[in-house]
């Protein structure tokens, strides 16, 4: 079982959908509309999920960054 929490999973596979539409763009002759708005709807998704993960990995332990861990906690010990 993988100690990876679903929502880097999610983060990673978004970031691999966004490489492989920006490949696929880059490969075509003429670019459809349809195409751009598909990459838009996956960047905001993205967008949205680093946001999250930045707002809460500390804190939810969806990060093994010793500062980050280290500054919620220091945080958590000056509001008690």
Do not use: F
């Not at 959908?17 to 920006?22: E, F, G, M, N, S």
């Not at 598909?38 to 960047?43: E, F, S």
């Amino acid at each position: 079982m993988s100690d990876t929490h679903p929502v880097i999973t999610l983060r990673n596979k978004l970031e691999d959908a966004r490489l492989k539409a920006v490949v696929a763009l880059a490969a075509k002759a003429t670019i459809d509309p349809a195409d751009l708005k598909d990459l838009a709807h996956t960047q905001i998704a993205l967008t949205a999920v680093r946001e999250a993960i930045g707002e809460h990995s500390a804190r939810v332990g969806w990060s093994g960054d010793e500062a980050t861990l280290e500054g919620e906690a220091l945080k958590l010990i000056k509001t008690t």
